[in-house]
């Protein structure tokens, strides 16, 4: 072997090690940087999800206007049931806004997940979350209501029909039962946070919504003869 390179390779090998020992050295410094951001972001997210929780709306004023909808007289003044009806639309956006905002915020970052892009560019991290937001996606109310909006709109005389009046009703019921549960949440979540049990009641809290949902969804369906 010549000299020169007899000289030259283990400065070679030194330079290699110790670039080695550098990018070794900054990959983790990058993986703490990482997990750091991983964390604080969990905590913003956990918090975020307990405020949600702890100042959720009640589902019944929008079950109330239902019914009075579905219990009008024959005879109602038209004025009034479109009021009823402006109002539960207004009522139903609000709901349905706040039970995807829940979902969208129960992230549990299970094995370092990375979040995804899924309904309306909303940020997901498994997979329960994601069926549990398209869920809920679908089972919207307020989306019967404009049908109903329309429908009453383009009668003549002004009526309500038995099908509408009996989908008012059901969701209503749903409605009601609905927040039962989202009340039961709302009370633990005073204190959820701090007993770092958050992560537990996000999956039980998607676990306790699916059925409601699925109900809600399942009522439109019927409603509106689509799926």
């Not at 549960?181 to 770092?196: G, L, N, P, Q, R």
């Amino acid at each position: 072997m010549p000299k020169h390179i007899k000289i030259y390779a283990p400065i070679l090998i030194i330079i290699i090690i110790i670039n080695v020992a550098v990018y070794r050295h900054l990959e983790n410094q990058a993986s703490v940087r990482y997990n750091g951001l991983h964390s604080l972001y969990q905590l913003k997210n956990d918090s975020a999800f307990a405020y949600l929780v702890k100042h959720a709306s009640e589902t019944i004023p929008l079950a109330d206007t239902l019914m009075a909808i579905s219990e009008s007289k024959e005879n109602e003044d038209p004025a009034k049931i479109r009021q009823w009806i402006d109002k539960a639309k207004i009522q139903a956006e609000e709901i349905d806004e706040q039970l995807l905002t829940i979902i969208e915020f129960s992230d549990t970052f299970p094995n370092n997940a990375v979040p995804k892009l899924s309904v309306n560019d909303t940020a997901m991290t498994t997979d329960n979350q994601e069926d549990m937001f398209i869920l809920a996606f679908q089972a919207r109310t307020w989306r019967p209501l404009y049908q109903i909006s329309y429908s009453y709109w383009k009668s003549n005389p002004k009526t309500i029909d038995a099908k509408t009046r009996e989908t008012l009703r059901s969701l209503a019921t749903e409605l009601r039962e609905l927040n039962q549960t989202i009340m039961s949440f709302k009370d633990a979540a005073h204190h959820m946070f701090f007993e770092d049990q958050i992560e537990s009641y996000k999956a039980e809290m998607l676990r306790q919504l699916k059925p409601h949902l699925e109900r809600l969804k399942k009522i439109q369906e019927d409603f509106t003869g689509q799926k």
